[in-house]
């Protein structure tokens, strides 16, 4: 039992470790994209039309960031960490979603 709490808390570990390198990657990518304007607001070409998709795809990322960041500080094996991990997977999911519907729209 003991063995399987220790691999469930390096899942959790390298599940946060992921989903923090790829927020961050994501983020810096979003900024580097050629956008437009609209209004006040600098969208990148590929949301073009889909600026709801846009936000959504920026905040899932930031909820992906905060919650793998927030899991990492905490370190160790509790619920708390746990649910970190698992709420940036979600996020993550989140934004992969709204990629794909971009892509595929």
């Known amino acids: 039992m003991k063995q399987l709490l220790l691999a469930l808390a390096a899942l959790n570990s390298s599940t946060a ?3 923090l390198h790829f927020s961050t990657v994501l983020g810096i990518i979003l900024c580097l994209l ?4 609209i209004g006040e607001n ?3 070409l590929l949301f ?5 998709a846009f936000y959504a795809c920026v905040i899932s990322t930031v909820f992906t960031f905060t919650g793998s960041f ?6 160790d094996d ?4 746990r649910f970190c991990a698992l709420y940036s997977s979600v ?3 989140s934004t ?3 990629l794909v519907y971009v892509l595929l729209v």
């Open 96 to 98: 992969l979603s709204s």
């Open 34 to 37: 050629p956008g437009e304007s």
């Open 91 to 93: 996020a993550m999911a």
């Open 70 to 75: 927030t899991a990492l500080m905490i370190g």
């Open 42 to 44: 600098n969208v990148p």
């Open 48 to 52: 073009h039309g889909h600026l709801i």
């Open 17 to 19: 470790k992921h989903n």
């Open 78 to 81: 509790s619920k708390t960490s």
